[in-house]
């Protein structure tokens, strides 16, 4: 099982629509989740920390569920603007680097 | 406060040439890393650093060097470039493991 899995998509959907991403990963020992996003030919940023309790920030909502080893991130009302790709970044445990998976493509049209 | 820069943008290699990628942060930040991306592969870790003065491999080391002689920047080097690393390259930040990276703008390289 890789280390962090995504779908990689795309994920094409109407303006205003909502959209979920998951994603898996193999190291239950993992400590620190993060939602980054990628702009073609940009540079990854981060979008939102992930926190045990779920954290919410204007129309984007992450969660985690250690039991299942996923995190998850729901994007309401989607705007043209929030097309680009979705990066799951894992921390695997203590003294690691971070792990990248390849990103989920979301692609919104009016 | 510029974050972290890359230099060069873009550049064209022939096979077997060498060139240096220079990254440099000014946020005090210890951790400092080299990624390549690739379509299709996600970003890799090639070397990183912990501190300054020390360096180490990560996933993708071989075909490269790096060096941390000051704190604020960390160089990747590439002795006899192959078309095989045509790629984007990415230099990240951060203050420690686990936390936040701050992402360069990249370096665009073609090794024809």
């Known amino acids: 099982r890789k280390e962090v899995e995504q779908d990689p998509g795309p994920f094409n959907v109407p303006e205003g629509a909502t959209v979920a991403f998951n994603c898996t990963y193999s190291?239950?020992?993992?400590?620190?989740f993060f939602w980054y996003r990628q702009d073609c030919r940009k540079e990854p940023k981060l979008l939102m920390s992930?926190?045990?309790s779920g954290n919410e920030d204007g129309r984007f909502t992450a969660q985690l569920n250690r039991a299942s080893q996923y995190i998850s991130l729901l994007i309401r009302d989607s705007k043209l603007s929030d097309s680009a790709t979705y990066l799951c970044?894992?921390?695997?445990?203590?003294?690691?680097?971070?792990?990248f998976g390849k990103g989920t493509t979301l692609s919104v049209s009016s | 406060n510029a974050g972290v820069t890359q230099t060069p943008k873009f550049r064209v290699l022939k096979t077997g040439q060498s060139m240096t990628l220079l990254c440099a942060q000014d946020?005090?930040?210890?951790?400092m890393y080299w990624y390549r991306q690739d379509p299709g592969m996600g970003l890799r870790l090639i070397h990183y650093?912990?501190?300054?003065?020390?360096?180490a491999k990560g996933e993708v080391p071989d075909g490269y060097n790096v060096s941390r002689l000051k704190k604020q920047n960390f160089l990747l080097g590439l002795e006899s470039a192959a078309p095989s690393q045509t790629s984007v390259y990415f230099c990240?930040?951060?203050?420690?493991?686990?936390?936040?990276?701050?992402f360069g703008p990249g370096t665009r390289l073609t090794v024809t």
């Open positions: 650093s912990v501190g300054e003065g020390t360096t």
């Open positions: 990240a930040s951060s203050y420690s493991w686990g936390d936040e990276q701050y």
């Open positions: 992930v926190y045990s």
């Open positions: 970044v894992v921390s695997p445990q203590a003294g690691t680097a971070l792990i």
């Open positions: 190291n239950s020992a993992s400590q620190s």
């Open positions: 946020m005090n930040h210890e951790y």
